[in-house]
C-alpha cells in the first residue's frame, strides 16, 4: 500500500533570498538532525547568467531502526539522492529527491518547493509532498513502513526548528538582509535596473529535511481562507488558529480530503472545520471519513438542512414545554446548552408534535451549535470546534421510558450520530436516579465509542465541590435550580395537556417526513438500462434546470428533442422471463424504433460525470416539443440511446452491484423571461449545495445551453 504525505503551506515571514541563505548551512550535514550523517555533492550546473543553479547530492541517512532489521537489510545506511534547482530570478527553489538505496525493493518519492508569497514578496511560501511504496522488504514490510513513516514524521517537525536555528545564527551574525539578484550588466547596454520576479504560485512541496514554515507570531494574522476555489491551500499558521494543533499526518489527512472534495464538487466544499471533524470521528482514516462526509453533504442537500434556521421556527407549544435551551459557554470557551430533561414531558410532546417536529428541533440545535462555534473561535482566539451540553435528570422517571419516545429517541441519535460528528466536546449528566440505568442501556448501542467517552455522570449531589460542575463551568454562570446565582431562561416545562394530543392515524401519516421529503429525487441507472425524465415544452426559449449528485457509480448526462411525444415501452416481456418485481427497471422513453437525427436529435453534448460529483446546468429551448434528460450508465455506448434494455442486461444489472449507479436530481422548466442567469430557478427553491460550504460555485451559461460542474 501507497503511505502519501502533503503538506499545508507553511509562511516564512522573511525574504526568499535570506531563508536560502539559512537552508544551505545545513550542508554538507546538519547536527540538529542525527540521522542526517553527510552529504556530497555530485553535480553542479549554473546558467550562462547565473540565475539558474541545478545541485545534486548524495545524502547519507542513519534509520532508526532495529540492529536485527539493520542486518537482515544487510546496510548499516540508507543513500538518497536529492536534486534542488534553484531559481534566483524567479525565487523558487525545487528540491526532488528518491532513495537510491533498495530501489527495487522501495520506492521513496519527495519532493518539495519553496515559492514566494502570493500576497506578500517579503515572505516565503513552503510546501510538501512525498510518498512511500514498499513491494518487499525481506518480510517485514510492515515493520519497515511503520519505522519509515515514524521517521519521516519526526524529520517534518525537526525542519521547522531547522530554518529557525539557522534564521537566528544569521541574525547573531548581523544578517538580516540579503540583496536580490539581479543580471549582470554588459557594457554598452541600456541600464539593467533590479529585476523583480513574478510571485510564483507553483506548488511546494518537501525532502527529508523538510524546512517547514516558520510558525506565525501574530495567530490572529492569516485570514480564513474561504473553501472553494481549488487555488486555495491551506497555510499552517491557519491551521494552528481556525482549527487546532495537528500532527503532520493529520493535516496531510485533511489537505488530501479537501483536494478530493475540490476536485470532485467543482469548489463548493464544506468548511475546513467541518471537513475536520469527519475524520477525527474515524481516527483519521481518510477512506471511512470521505464516505460518510459525502453521505452527510448528499443527506443536507436532500433536505435542505442548510435552511433549516432560516425557515423553520419551533411551535409555540414547543417553545413553552421544551426544557432546553443555550447558556453561556464552559471554562474551555465551548458553546453550553442546558436540558432539563427530568423536567419535560417527552411523553406528551411525542403525542402531541410528532416526531417530525422533535426531529427538527434537535437538528436546529446542531445547526445554531456550528453558527456558535464558529462565532467563538472568533470571540475567543482559539479553536472552538464543539460544545457542552449539560443534562439535569432530576424527575426522570419510568415516563420517560415510554416505548414510542425511546424509539422516536433513538431515530434522532442515529440522524445526529451520522452528521454532526465530533460536535460533542462534553456531557455533563447531573442528579442521575436510579432509572438511569436502564435508560443507558437502551441508548448506549446507537453512540459513537469517541463520543461515550466524553460522557461524565453525577448521581444526587456528588456534582457540587471540587471535582464537579465547577471544574468545567464558572461558578458564576451555574443556574439557580443547580445551586448557583446565574438566572437561566429556559422554560420550566411541565405536563402537556392531553387535549393538544393528536391522533395516532395523524403522527404517523407524517413520519419520518424529514428523512423521505425532499424536492430531490433518486434514481438508478443499470447497464442498458438508463435513466430518462420527460419534459414538455410549449414555449420556445423555456429553460429547463438541472441539478444533480452522482451518489454511486459513473454516468452519462445527455439532452434530447423529439415532435412526436415518446410512449413508454411496455415490460411485459420481461415479465416472461421470471422477473416479477419491476421498481427497479427503468421505462425507456425513446422507442427502439426511432432513428437519430429524424425522429429524436441531441440538443446538449454528453457529459461524463464521476461518482460524488455534483453537476449543474440549464437549457435554453430553441423549439417547443418533448425534451428527454437522460442518464446512462457510463460504459454504455452513446450512440444507441433508442435500444430497448436486453433482458440478459438487466438480470446482469440486478445480480452484479458494480452495475448500478444512483443519482439525486432536481429540475424545473422556467419561461424565458424569469430565468435571470444559470441556476436562478435552484436557488430561488433553496437549492445548491451544502451551506457548510462558505463559498458556492455556479454554472456559466452560453447563449443557447449551459452545463458546470
Known sequence: MVQEYQSPVRVYKHPFELIMEAYVRRFPKCPLIPVFVDSEITTENQSEDGSVLMTERRCTIDIDAPRLLKRIAGVDYLYFIQKNTLNRRERTLRIEVHNETFSNRVIVRECCNYTVHPENEDWTCFEQIASLDIKSFFGF????????????????????????????????????????????????????GLQLPPLSSARAIAVNSAKDGLPSKDPACPTELLSGSPDDKLDADYIRRYLGDLTPLQESCLIRLRQWLQETHKGKIPKDQHVLRFLRSRDFNLDKARELLCQSLTWRKQHQVDFLLDTWESPQLLRDYCTGGWHHHDRDGRPLYILRLGQMDTKGLVRALGEEVLLRQVL???????????????????????????????????????????KALLRIIEVVEANYPETLGRLLILRAPRVFPVLWTLVSPLIDENTRKKFLVYAGNDYHGPGGLVDYIDKDIIPEFLGGNCTCDIPEGGMVPKSLYRAAEELESEENRLLTDSIYKSASIFKGAPYEMLIEITEASSVITWDFDVCKGDVSFNIYHSKRAPQPARKDALGAHGITSLGAINAQLIDRSWVLGQDYSIVEKALSCREGESVQGSHITRWPGFYILQWRFHSSPAC???????????????????????????????????????MTSLESCHSGFSQLSAATTSSSQSHVSSISR
Open 640 to 678: 444507441t440511446a433508442s435500444s430497448l434494455p436486453r433482458v440478459d442486461d438487466v438480470l446482469a444489472s440486478l445480480q452484479v452491484s458494480s452495475h448500478k449507479c444512483k443519482i439525486m436530481y432536481y429540475t424545473e422548466v422556467l419561461a424565458s423571461q424569469d430565468f435571470r442567469g444559470s
Open 364 to 406: 436546529s440545535i446542531n445547526e445554531e451549535g456550528l453558527r456558535r462555534c464558529e462565532e467563538y473561535t472568533r470571540v475567543f482566539g482559539r479553536p472552538i470546534s464543539c460544545w457542552t451540553c449539560l443534562v439535569d435528570l432530576e424527575g426522570l422517571n419510568m415516563r420517560h421510558l415510554w416505548r414510542p419516545g425511546i
Open 141 to 192: 514490510e510492515s515493520t519497515a513502513e511503520k519505522i519509515a513513516m515514524k521517521q519521516y514524521a519526526s524529520n517534518i517537525n525537526k525542519g521547522k526548528e531547522i530554518i529557525e536555528y539557522y534564521l537566528r545564527e544569521l541574525e547573531e551574525e548581523g544578517v538580516t538582509y540579503i540583496p536580490r539578484w539581479t543580471p549582470l550588466v554588459v557594457s554598452g547596454t541600456g541600464n539593467a
